[in-house]
T-cell receptor, first 117, second 114 residues
């Protein structure tokens, strides 16, 4: 198991374009989280899934943001009509509700750094 | 709503000196508290957590944190720091035992001076 992976690691796009990020959680982790981190700030929660069900999405920053986890494994985060203010690091994390040894721990991926020109 | 305050954005410390990184939280419900660490060019990693029971919790690399309910604090301490402790440290709170959303502070950058 190599941990949480995210693709791409870096994305540069022009304002108005759509972007999609992928997150592969640790295998058999049933919870998956998305956070956003801007410079000088801590991670900010966006949304999370249990298996394929999206349990909370009220923190998604606008209706331009959407996330899916169609088969309960990998997840995608899409930003439509990107704006310069969307430039940030997008972090994915996963956790297990069944592994007692790490029940309360969220394991983070390396992040995708988005730059909107 | 929950919130976390880390008042010190940067803390420089001489090697082998003690350090305390401050964290205060506000929450209207039961809280579960965490310290995450981000080493240069790496992802966030859990350092230690308080869920219940003993208010003093320890990590495997010598850090400890004490939950103080009356002062709503969860300060992180280490009696003697090493160069390898250079990192950014984030305090976080969850009302869902760690398996729901985490609310993070703004982070403290710990720099160890040789």
């Amino acid at each position: 198991d190599t941990g949480v992976s995210q693709d791409p690691r870096h994305k540069i796009t022009k304002r108005g374009q759509n972007v999609t990020f992928r997150c592969d959680p640790i295998s058999e982790h049933n919870r998956l989280y998305w956070y956003r981190q801007t410079l000088g700030q801590g991670p900010e929660f966006l949304t999370y899934f249990q298996n394929e069900a999206q349990l909370e999405k009220s923190r998604l920053l606008s209706d331009r943001f959407s996330a899916e986890r169609p088969k309960g494994s990998f997840s995608t985060l899409e930003i439509q009509r990107t704006e310069q203010g969307d430039s940030a690091m997008y972090l994915c994390a996963s956790s297990s509700m069944t592994d007692r040894s790490s029940y309360n721990e969220q394991f983070f991926g390396p992040g995708t750094r988005l730059t909107v020109l | 709503a929950q919130s976390v305050t880390q008042l010190d954005s940067q803390v420089p410390v001489f090697e082998e000196a003690p350090v305390e990184l401050r964290c205060n939280y506000s929450s209207s419900v039961s809280v579960y508290l965490f310290w995450y660490v981000q080493y240069p060019n790496q992802g966030l990693q859990l350092l230690l957590k308080y869920l219940s029971g003993s208010t003093l919790v320890e990590s495997i690399n010598g850090f400890e944190a004490e939950f103080n309910k009356s002062q709503t604090s969860f300060h992180l301490r280490k009696p003697s720091v090493h160069i390898s402790d250079t990192a950014e440290y984030f305090c976080a709170v969850s009302d869902g035992f760690g398996n729901e959303k985490l609310t993070f502070g703004t982070g403290t950058r710990l720099t160890i001076i040789p």
